[in-house]
């Protein structure tokens, strides 16, 4: 430092670190993002190639995707179940120009990367995001939520207010749930309705995409490393966990942030027990809030998804368990997802912890917690 030079006081201290900590970190995600967005336009590139030309695609045929994701997840290669192969497919065919972006050592792979642009509905050249754009400044879930719009005038209309507003991928979503595009091109004054739109907009963070549900499992990270919601909520999570192991009500503990694909979207179960006694398994859902319909929802898509997908033919109904809290206020509901049996129904009931139970140790923990805080 010169004499010339400032020195720093010790506000000026903690400001110049927490800069260089946002720079350097929205750097690492930037960098991050792009090889998940490249490598998944690759991916793409390769099925394609493979359906056209590949030597022994006879064999496969409609099964292609269906082998493909069996013998990828052999191999360790992470998202890649059939329905993410099929978006890769569709991310590639709708993104050609992705192929400006990609590194040299990639671009001699590909001597039919543009072809499929030239066979696609487009839009004008001033409407269409430029590739480094693409890649830079879109997530690969925002790129998802835009692929699956078929009409290209669209898409670009959703890509230039993401861009202009920096939504987040729930922002995306909201929008294009609204029909934002249909009413844009209803309203007399597209400008006013715009300026009011990105008003309320949501904004995505720097540290977002890191918590993108494809960044970490790209990275390998465990999803209950970067998916909790509060250091409050995890600690109760904790204590809940050893709560139930050790009512000896019959709890096997199988997972924590189970992460599961419903559609296009990602849910994630705090806690999935089986019950060696019920013989089913038991999802709980923990929510630093008061009680609202929409967290019952929530927990009965999980429940009737595990239904569906997990149930085998000797285990019983799964059961859910919502835990939502206020202050020192706890309340209990059970979703029973439509079981009619009331031989279980009986047996559900005496076998799992009575409410009143769960009630007492939750407000506990709630003002343990708290005390450590």
């Known amino acids: 430092m010169t004499a010339k030079q400032e020195r720093l006081d010790f506000v000026a201290l903690v400001d110049a670190i927490r800069q260089v900590h946002e720079h350097l970190t929205a750097q690492a995600g930037r960098a991050v993002n792009v090889s998940l967005t490249l490598r998944n336009w690759l991916i793409g590139f390769y099925i394609a190639e493979f359906e056209l030309h590949g030597a022994d695609r006879a064999i496969y045929g409609e099964r292609l995707l269906e082998e493909l994701s069996s013998a990828l997840r052999k191999v360790h290669v992470s998202s890649s179940g059939r329905r993410q192969l099929y978006g890769f497919l569709a991310f590639y065919r709708a993104y050609p120009q992705i192929v400006r972006s990609l590194p040299a050592q990639f671009r001699h792979l590909l001597p039919t990367a543009a072809r499929p642009e030239r066979k696609?509905?487009?839009?004008?050249?001033?409407?269409?995001?430029?590739?480094?754009?693409?890649?830079?400044?879109?997530?690969?879930?925002?790129?998802?939520?835009?692929?699956?719009?078929?009409?290209?005038?669209k898409r670009a209309f959703y890509e230039i207010g993401c861009m202009r507003g920096n939504w987040s991928v729930r922002e995306l979503k909201r929008q294009i749930g609204s029909l934002y595009f249909e009413r844009s091109g209803l309203s007399q004054n597209k400008e006013k309705l715009a300026e009011l739109e990105q008003a309320g907009a949501e904004q995505a963070e720097t540290k977002l995409a890191i918590r993108d549900p494809y960044i970490f499992e790209f990275l390998g990270i465990k999803s209950r490393e970067v998916m909790r919601e509060s250091d409050l909520e995890d600690a109760l999570l904790d204590k809940l966990q050893d709560f139930l192991l050790e009512l000896g009500h019959g709890f096997c503990f199988e997972a924590r942030q189970k992460r599961i694909l419903i559609g296009d979207t990602h849910g994630f179960v705090d806690l999935v027990f089986y019950h060696r006694v019920l013989k089913c398994h038991v999802l709980v859902e923990l929510k630093i809030e008061a009680f609202t319909h929409e967290n019952l929802g929530q927990l009965n898509t999980y429940v009737s998804w595990y239904r569906k997908h997990i149930m085998t033919d000797d285990d019983n109904p799964p059961v859910g368990?919502?835990?939502?809290?206020?202050?020192?206020?706890?309340?209990?509901?059970?979703?029973?997802?439509?079981?009619?049996?009331?031989?279980?129904?009986?047996?559900?009931?005496?076998?799992l912890p009575r409410k009143e139970e769960i009630q007492r140790f939750l407000e506990a923990k709630m003002r343990e917690v708290g005390d450590t805080r």
């Open 321 to 351: 368990i919502l835990l939502c809290t206020q202050k020192d206020h706890a309340l209990v509901e059970y979703a029973l997802a439509g079981m009619d049996n009331r031989l279980f129904v009986s047996k559900y009931q005496l076998e």
């Open 120 to 153: 696609m509905r487009t839009v004008s050249a001033q409407l269409k995001i430029p590739a480094k754009d693409l890649v830079s400044r879109f997530s690969y879930s925002h790129l998802e939520q835009l692929v699956v719009i078929e009409d290209p005038l």
